[in-house]
């Protein structure tokens, strides 16, 4: 989706980002900038990688929040903040109530990962308190408006502020510090748009012929049909897996600068996504969240325009569950067409189990699951069996020889309904 070309204004300021970063000193770090051999040579072209998972929040939100909190005059700071948060965000409020003395509340939706909550109170400390509510963000956000409001205390957005832009704006700043050379592409995850809007800002007064790329998971793609429409939309339902991306709307303030800055936006599926993490464990030894991994996983859907270019891509964050790790896996393989699920009822016969074993499963096939799904009389009723291969191409010869031998069989992968009411 290829955002319009719009007049420069309205962008986050040269200037504000500056100061931004005069007050960041000390308190966030200036993230090495990292050349990666691996993904340069599978790409033709320099890949260089922002490391923001390297901060002490291990997340680039920390610039945000601080910024907002650290301009905003004392005596409002007192009365305490609030804020709304998928994880990220939520840190870096509770570190700068914590460096800056005010107490801060914070709600998170239900599903945020353990080990994000278990975070947000270390880094606060005595300073915050964690509300749990709702089943994604916008709950969470609904909740924390009405408080802060209520109360009149201090909203710390995660994304459509000025200050917070500008605090995000910052690792733009620092990546033309670093890499004394013309930066083709940047690529950046966009959940609400503060991250790009600040770093597309800097980039597009400072470095203007730098193409910026929006990436969002394909299951809360609410930045680009907001693009599309010309208008900020609100999704109906999103898949809140790349939990520190997934939002059902975007801001008003960021969707007007990505309007301006942005030059395409990629939607990427989860699978993908998961695919990425498992590959930048096993070959970079990185550990990424699900968003964090966002702009690595689609340099596959850039891999022909980057060829021989400079291109940097934002690692946002590092805060992952590893109770996630199976779900990761699991993913990753439906994605890459190495794992299927099938309603089979086998022949009612003595043998026709090892039958189906011996002629049917191919040399480099594993069955990972097998579950009837009757309770009473199970040798008559159908079963669900996942079958784990080694090459995609495997599956074509696989459903070949269930044919040849009569299988009576249903694949249920591309079934949603019946897929995530019986996996």
Known sequence: MTSKTLPQHGLATVENIYKAKVRLRGIAEHTPLMKNFNLSENFNCDVHLKREDLQVVRSYKIRGA??????????????????????????????????????????????????????VKLFGKDKVEVVLIGDTFDDAYAEAKREAKENNLLFVHPFNDERVIEGQGTVGLEILEDLHAPI????????????????????????????????????????????????????????????????????????EIVQKVVDDVVLVPEGKVCSTI??????????????????????????????????????????????RTEEIKERSLLYEGLKHYFIIRFPQRAGALRDFL?????????????????????????????????????????LSRMEAHQIAFQSINNSKMLFDFLV
């Open 184 to 255: 083709d592409y940047v690529f950046a995850a966009i959940g609400g748009g503060g991250l790009i809007s600040g770093l597309g800002s800097y980039f597009k007064q400072i470095s203007p012929q730098t193409k910026i790329i929006g990436v969002e998971p394909a299951g809360a793609p609410a930045m680009y049909q907001s693009l599309k429409e010309g208008k900020v939309i609100k999704l109906d339902k999103i898949d809140n897996f790349v939990d520190g991306a997934a939002v059902k709307s975007v801001g008003n303030k960021t969707f």
């Open 278 to 323: 498992l590959q930048l464990y096993n070959e970079e030894g990185i550990v990424v969240e699900p968003a964090g991994a966002l702009s690595i996983a689609s340099l596959d859907f850039y891999k022909e325009e980057i060829k021989g270019k400079n291109v940097v891509c934002i690692i946002g964050g590092s805060n992952n569950d590893i109770t």
């Open 66 to 119: 601080y910024n907002k909190m650290a301009s905003t005059p004392r005596e409002l700071l007192e009365k305490g903040v609030i804020c709304a948060s998928a994880g990220n965000h939520a840190q870096g409020v509770a570190f700068a109530c914590h460096k800056l003395g005010v107490p801060g509340k914070i709600y998170m939706p239900n599903v945020t990962p353990q080990q994000k909550i278990k975070k």
């Open 358 to 398: 011996n002629n049917v499963l191919g040399p480099n096939d594993d069955i990972t699951h097998f579950e009837y799904t009757k309770k009473h009389n199970r040798e008559k009723g159908p079963a669900l069996v996942g079958i784990q291969m080694q090459k995609a191409s495997d599956y074509e010869a696989l």
